[in-house]
């Protein structure tokens, strides 16, 4: 009787349960010290040959599956008594060591800035205001429909999210808004978490704003001088408003920092889209009573010191387009730490996507990034500010722009890159020179597309006839893709329009200016009369950022979003900028670098009609490092449009700023990008 | 290893049966393999094989031994995940299907059953939580506390009391001359609702409410979690974090974004005080106060429904800064038993405790006021003559001797002398004033006690006492409120002077003295007015039927180094007069006598007094306990007790009801079970404005 035989055999007649049953035939071919049977009945170590023997007709008889149960549950006890003692270990473990560890790995780490600054004697001055962006603010039930019982009070959004895993499609009812109106659907009520836990950590573990407090805490400061000005980041500016007076509070709270700090003004540190929620703040507070805050004309120039806006998309962000055209949420920094997985689930197959972006285009709040400003910002169909190449083909400049571009700011060769072609259809059209490209008019009537689907999405009424016209126009400029959406989401777009716009004034006195929808386009509205304020933006360089797509029509199925970014186009060479569909540009990966520079740069610079008062304004980049090693978990020199909030450098500024530094004496301008050169490409009357 | 080894005899035998079992198959199996080897093993009898292994241990145990552990401790957590996923994956009713199959059907929550009828959330709603149940967390500190920022050093888990306790009593003790934080600690009060929603994992405080309110249509915007550092002193609060600032701004706010309604005001335990000071100070001028202007409450406040509110203090405070017998202040009792007599500290876990709530200012705020003339002195008391058998199972007694105007002959004939707070031996506590020989301690002097240099780590002001000091003290044999104040002047007198800086436990004899605008008396009903605002209500809720602490029998306490001197006497029992473990027990919450809570909305404010001139009407509820009916009910939804009436469904209803709009009429005015009002009556306190004609017992 040989080794293998007796192995087959046993392979053969357990045939009870495959999983066990393959740990069980390794375990006896390998190493028979694991085999439960000789170990319990304690001859095992007597004699290995005649264990050898016995094994076999153990195996045969009645023994089997108790030595499967058994295998199993000396291996997992095994485990965990490992993972208990370690935890121990972990948990007696002082906290120094893994400081330790990591300054024995990588050499001493540089203080954190809080501590440096402290040293130098900086103190707490200017109590100091957050503003979160879109989807790192908590979101919390307090009304819900019979599926989210037990859930009162917890968050739906932030934390866990471990009603997600569990309920999804209650939780999608839940987080979606009416489309309608664009509020709570009636019987739920999701509210804002407030105070400074409502985006310290967006999920457990990844912060948002935390590393910022700690640091600010350092300095002096603490719970009454900061201020979480936390909002419902699904509602439309104006929506806050009106269902929580999120407004109304944050003017209260801010005037409550001034008089409890005697009369020191705030800093204001908005991120993301808390940028243009502040813009629209700003405007709101100045306004009279029935339609604004009725702060009066000077009430900025009383209460804030200085805005830095961190990651700001002032002008939109052209990552937005590809959300609201297919879902195609590559990377929303925040998401990211829970989407790869969600998202290419199969257990919800292709619906997931639907869901998700039925309930992405119920929030208003994602038309406020929608690239604004049009082709005179983003650039037409054969120029954009980004390549040098205004009068020429895209193939004859590229050479030069990518040498002129270089230096640190480059992070892709431009060669062939036509930015101002946000969407194309197929990578032949977003190469092609314009006057080649034939284009076909989509604003056609629709034939209704009479699927039955259970997910609305204003895709099936589109019908085949009007997807094809959509493609055959081929290239949409920043100009022309709002037209798009229009056609291809008509209810969507009516709401985010009442509550949006994206173009340039022409002029700025025009009382239809007033309306609250222009409040946070920067190009619509005048800053607010106070010179002594300071605007920074401060921003991310150096990773590629999402500028343009490479679209194609889905095979066609009933019920699938009819649109996708073709992934399989790739650029000519190693580094162009063209990788899986989608062109970029420099910049935080979520923003590009002219929507978060130019204003700063060009349009707010000096006196100029978006800023009668002369605001001083700085630019402030950041180059992005990837961390040295994975101790240092985000980096503390990164530069991705969320954890540019752990950057040490950004950190000091800001910290400088609050206890009482001025634009110029933290350096004024920092700039590693071409910012100033493409601002100066752009054709705007200051 | 030793919990494990000690599970190795039971495996053992299991194991050997297994064996037997494997050896009568090896047995009847022997021809199953046709090799003469393995036959000629296998024809070995069971006995033999016994045999052998009796042999072998002492090469086998070890391995086996963990093998077995290893074995068991996988069976568990297979069927510890197997119910982990069965629990996961039962619906979310389940558990209260259960309940409804074994105790009837439930009855709705009163937010569920007032929204069938049809009530919405009007008044914006702020919440005063009281001591120890707010939320506190660290802004800064020192290195052993390292990792810590931002967590909570208090409510919560506690996890760091337990790893680190020393460091965190150092964090969590105020400095001693100030009463403010030690250099380089911030320790700050958790704001938003979170910081008193669960004081403790699965401890509800303002959960309950909350989550009631919520089914009406509150929500973050209407309610407003009015949190301060409950260690402070009242005013301190202002002076550190702009608490009092953050309050006005914060009502102000919730008044103006609810369209003018006014707030309906819900303070709990030593909230209530805190509100009172706050609705002086809110109406005081700018640089002591907070500048609203006369009319400021009556703008912006409904009403004032204060829960377990101890308007006069509490005895069992005394007990507290006493000898740090915290017994069982309300909350700390879900922690203490494990904490306090925990071996690994012995006594000094005590005096830590001891010198960490003595600098807290705010537990001086709970002295009991209004000394003799409230509390009773040494021969009379306000509550003398009540039957002390106020338990669930005689209550209908009571309640017949309550109409017949309290005949209880037993108790009557030995009724206790609550007012000796204080009583050195049960005799004392018992004999009759004429017979009570006393000497002052006041004068005495306190001598240097030789042994005191080694407590120095723990400092509590008794080693400065000496043995003459403390033998003077117990000499004075019994202490009644008024004397209570002196004895801890004399025993702690660094204490007491930081605390009459802040607090003041007198009665007024002329309101329009002066002296009375500085804040320390704005926290003290019996020496401030209420504002001039008719249109307010004060209610006063609180709790009845359980026994409540409101007079101590003391020993010295074995002389030994660095312990604390006194000791409440747990020896002292006498069934007839409520002396249990030295403790003689009223009417009450648990924590809050009757009388505290009751007695300024019964007598002191009702109608127009001098302490009330513009008449604000005030309304009495009490809420009689009843234990939960069995385990599933948790802490019960009858409760009467201080800190668990919170949950309590009438208490709830009755708050929803005002908040949603109603008047004190509409609830039904006074709701009372207890003698509240009779034991008012025995009060003196002048109530009108003229000039005093002293009259004191």
Not at chain 1, 358 to 378: H, L, N, V
Not at chain 2, 63 to 70: A, E, G, I, Q
Not at chain 2, 455 to 474: L, N, Q, S
Request: one cysteine or more; a neutral charge; glycine letters at 10%.
């Amino acid at each position: 009787m040989s080794k293998p035989l007796s192995f087959y055999r046993s392979y053969f007649l357990s045939k009870t349960m495959s999983f066990l049953r393959r740990r069980n035939g390794t375990d006896s071919s390998k190493t028979r010290v694991a085999d439960p049977n000789i170990k319990k009945d304690g001859a095992a170590d007597d004699d290995k040959k005649k264990d050898e023997y016995k094994i076999p007709q153990r195996r045969n008889y009645g023994s089997k599956k108790w030595s499967c149960w058994d295998n199993c549950c000396w291996f997992i006890g095994l485990i965990c008594s490992i993972w208990w003692f370690c935890l121990f270990l972990y948990n007696t473990m002082p906290d120094s060591i893994p400081q330790f560890v990591t300054m024995a790995i990588t050499g001493p780490l540089p203080d954190p800035p809080g501590v440096k600054l402290r040293k130098e004697g900086l103190m707490a001055n200017h109590p100091v205001v957050l503003v979160p962006g879109v989807v790192t603010g908590g979101l919390e039930l307090w009304e819900g429909r019979h599926c989210a019982e037990g859930l009162l009070g917890k968050r739906l959004w932030g934390g866990s999210f471990g009603e997600f895993y569990k309920r999804p499609l209650c939780w999608l009812e839940h987080i979606s808004l009416d489309n309608d109106t664009g509020f709570d659907p009636p019987g739920i009520r999701v509210r804002p978490v407030t105070g400074l836990v409502a985006a310290d950590y967006f999920a457990t573990g990844y912060f948002v704003w935390a590393v910022v407090i700690a640091n600010l805490a350092h300095i002096g400061y603490e719970e009454k001088s900061l201020y979480m000005a936390a909002y419902d980041w699904r509602l439309s500016f104006q929506n806050t408003e009106i269902r929580d007076q999120s407004l109304t509070r944050i003017k209260s709270n801010i005037e409550l920092l001034v008089a409890t700090h005697g009369g020191k003004k705030v800093v204001v540190l908005p991120h993301s889209m808390g940028v243009q929620y502040f813009l629209h703040f700003m405007k709101w507070v100045e306004t009279p009573a029935p339609r604004g805050g009725g702060g009066g004309p000077d009430w900025c120039a009383k209460h804030i010191k200085a805005i830095m806006n961190i990651g700001a998309p002032f002008l939109g962000s052209p990552k937005s387009i590809a959300l609201h055209f297919s879902i195609e949420v590559r990377d929303i920094a925040a998401l990211r730490a829970q989407a790869p997985g969600l998202l290419d689930k199969d257990v919800l197959g292709l619906q997931t996507f639907k869901h998700l972006m039925r309930m992405f285009r119920t929030w208003d709040a994602t038309f406020s990034m929608i690239p604004k400003g049009g082709e005179t910002i983003w650039g037409g169909l054969d120029w954009s500010p980004e390549t040098e190449t205004v009068n020429n083909s895209a193939k004859k400049g590229t050479d030069n722009s990518t040498r002129n571009t270089g230096g640190n700011g480059n992070i892709c060769n431009t060669k062939g890159v036509n930015y101002g072609r946000l969407i194309s259809f197929s990578k032949d059209w977003a190469e092609t020179h314009s006057s080649k490209i034939e284009r076909v008019d989509f604003k056609g009537d629709k034939l209704t597309n009479s699927s039955n689907c259970d997910i609305w999405l204003e895709y099936h009424e589109m019908g085949n006839r009007a997807i094809k016209a959509v493609a055959d126009h081929k290239v949409y400029t920043a100009g022309s893709i709002l037209d798009l959406l229009h056609y291809v989401a008509p209810k969507l777009m009516a709401r985010g329009a009442s509550h949006f716009s994206y173009g340039i004034a022409d002029d700025l006195d025009d009382p239809k200016y007033d309306e609250y929808k222009y409040w946070s386009n920067p190009l619509e509205t005048k800053l607010p009369n106070a010179p002594d304020m300071e605007i920074y933006s401060l921003y991310g360089v150096g990773l590629p950022t999402e500028r343009g797509y490479i679209y194609k029509v889905a095979p066609p199925s009933d019920c699938s979003i009819p649109f996708q970014i073709d992934t399989s186009v790739d650029g000519d060479s190693e580094d162009s900028c063209l990788k899986g569909g989608v062109f970029s540009g420099d910049g935080d990966e979520t923003v590009p670098i002219i929507s978060a520079g130019f204003m700063c740069a060009k349009g707010w610079r000096g006196k100029t009609r978006f800023n009668p008062s002369g605001i001083r304004t700085y630019n402030r980049e950041y180059k992005h490092a990837p961390p040295a090693n994975l101790l240092e978990g985000r980096g503390t020199q990164s530069g991705s449009h969320v954890d540019l909030l752990g950057n040490f450098a950004l950190i000091e500024d800001v910290l400088r700023v609050a206890a009482g530094a001025t634009g110029e004496d933290i350096g004024g301008d920092r700039v590693y990008s071409d910012i100033f050169k493409w601002s100066e490409r752009i054709n705007i009357k200051l | 290893m030793s919990s494990l080894r000690r599970r190795k005899p039971i495996n053992e035998s299991s194991d050997s049966k297994h064996n037997e079992e494997e050896e009568d198959e090896d047995h009847d199996d022997v021809d199953a393999d046709g090799d003469d080897d393995v036959n000629g093993k296998n024809k070995k009898t069971p006995s033999k094989i016994k045999k052998k292994r009796g042999e072998k241990p002492p090469k086998q145990p070890k391995w086996s031994c963990m093998d077995t552990c290893c074995w068991f401790i996988g069976c568990i957590c297979i069927t510890w995940w197997l119910l982990l996923f069965l629990y996961n994956a039962m619906p979310a009713s389940f558990p209260q299907y259960v309940t409804e199959a074994i105790t009837g059907p439930l009855p709705d929550p009163p937010g569920v059953k007032l929204k069938k009828e049809g009530l919405e959330a009007k008044h914006p709603v702020v919440f005063v939580p009281g001591i120890v149940t707010g939320g506190l967390e660290l802004w800064e500190g020192r290195e052993c506390a390292e990792g810590l920022f931002r967590k909570r050093l208090w409510g919560g888990t506690f996890g760091e009391v337990y790893k680190r306790p020393l460091c965190w009593v150092e964090h969590m003790s105020l400095d001693n001359e100030t009463g403010l934080d030690p250099c380089g600690i911030r320790v700050r009060p958790v704001s938003g609702l979170v910081a008193a929603d669960y004081f403790a994992p699965g401890y509800f405080v303002w959960a309950v409410l909350i989550a009631n309110l919520a089914r009406i249509g509150y929500e973050d915007k209407t309610m407003y979690m009015a949190a301060y550092d409950w260690r402070l002193s009242f005013q301190n609060t202002e002076v550190r974090d702009q608490t009092l600032s953050r309050i006005k701004s914060n009502i102000e706010l919730l008044v103006a974004t609810n369209g003018g309604r006014k707030v309906v005001v819900i303070p709990h335990s030593m909230g209530v005080l805190y509100f009172l000071h706050f609705m002086k100070w809110v109406e005081a001028p700018a640089p002591m106060g907070g500048g609203g202007g006369p009319d400021w409450c009556s703008k912006h406040i409904k009403a004032v429904v204060n829960i377990g509110g101890p308007f006069l203090g509490v005895p069992k405070a005394i007990a507290g800064l006493f000898s740090a017998e915290a017994k069982d202040i309300a909350v700390a009792r879900a922690l203490a038993p494990g904490f306090l007599d925990n071996d690994i500290f012995q006594f000094q876990t005590l005096q830590h405790v001891m010198r960490m709530s003595r600098t807290w200012d705010s537990t001086m705020s709970m002295i009991p006021r209004g000394g003799n003339t409230i509390w009773g002195g040494l021969d009379w008391s306000p509550e003398e003559g009540n039957s002390c058998a106020k338990k669930g199972e005689k209550k209908n007694e009571t309640q017949i001797a309550d109409q017949a105007g309290s005949e209880n002959a037993v108790c009557k004939a030995k009724s206790a002398n609550y007012g000796r707070i204080i009583s050195f031996g049960k005799d004392v506590a018992e004999a009759p004033s004429s017979d009570i020989e006393r000497i002052d301690f006041r004068g005495a002097i306190k001598g240097h006690s030789a042994a005191n240099t080694t407590c120095r780590d723990v400092w509590t002001e008794y080693h400065d006492m000496g043995f003459a000091g403390i033998k003077a003290v117990a000499e004075y044999k019994t202490y009644t409120a008024d004397s209570l104040v002196d004895l801890l002047h004399f025993v702690a007198p660094k204490m007491m002077a930081r605390g009459t800086a802040h607090f003041s436990y007198g009665v007024a004899d002329n309101l329009d003295d002066p002296q009375y605008k500085h804040y320390k008396y704005w926290s003290n009903p019996l020496e401030t007015r209420l504002p001039n605002a008719p249109d307010m209500e004060i209610y006063s809720l609180y709790g009845v039927g359980l026994p409540t602490e409101r007079a101590y029998v003391y020993k010295l306490s074995p002389h030994a180094e660095c312990s604390i001197p006194f000791k409440i006497d747990t020896s002292a029992d006498d069934e007839d007069t409520c002396l249990r473990d030295g403790v003689y027990s009223v009417d009450g919450d648990e924590t809050v006598p009757v009388l505290s809570a009751g007695f300024m909305c019964a007598k002191g404010w009702r109608g127009k007094t001098r302490f009330n001139p513009s008449g604000i009407r005030t309304y009495i509820r009490e809420y009689n306990h009843l234990p939960p009916a069995n385990l599933l009910e948790g802490r019960g939804t009858l409760s009467g007790a201080h800190v668990d009436i919170m949950g309590n469904f009438a208490l709830i209803e009755d708050v929803i009801r005002i908040a949603a709009g109603a008047s004190g009429e509409e609830l039904g005015g006074d709701q009372v079970y207890s003698k509240i009002f009779n034991w008012s009556e025995k009060i003196n306190l002048r109530l009108d404005e003229e000039i005093p004609v002293h009259s004191s017992r």
